[in-house]
């Protein structure tokens, strides 16, 4: 089993920063890709970055030059942090972390954080 725990969301003016953080502990050799995905009122979950443990990232097109994952290993446990700047109003949903295990292609969601972009 793998544990997540999220943190990081709020409420943020247009324009500004976020910072979410995801610690994975627990079962975590088998975890290949850890990432967040969001859902906003009404619609269905999407991705919004994925990194790789080796490293190589990935991006929704709608983030892509504003948002910047980044992934720190150490102590059994892996953490994934997501920079968000120059925040839209169409950023605001619930940011779900999710640590997927490709051998298994089984998958671990957080409890999810909300995030609001508001003026």
């Known amino acids: 089993q793998v544990q997540i725990v999220e943190s990081g969301g709020g409420l943020v003016q247009p324009g500004g920063s976020l910072r979410l953080s995801c610690a994975a502990s627990?079962?975590?050799?088998?975890?290949?890709?850890m990432g967040w995905y969001r859902q906003a009122p009404g619609k269905q979950r999407e991705l919004v970055a994925t990194?790789?443990?080796?490293?190589?990232?990935?991006?929704a097109d709608s983030v892509k030059g504003r948002f910047t994952i980044t992934i720190s290993r150490e102590n059994a446990k892996n953490t994934v942090y997501l920079q968000m700047n120059s925040l839209k109003p169409e950023d605001t949903g619930i940011y779900y972390c999710?640590?997927?295990?490709?051998?298994?292609?089984?998958?671990?969601w957080g409890q999810g954080t909300q995030v609001t972009v508001s003026s």
């Open positions: 990194i790789r443990i080796g490293g190589t990232m990935n991006y």
């Open positions: 999710n640590c997927h295990e490709s051998f298994w292609n089984r998958d671990y």
């Open positions: 627990g079962s975590i050799f088998s975890v290949t890709v």
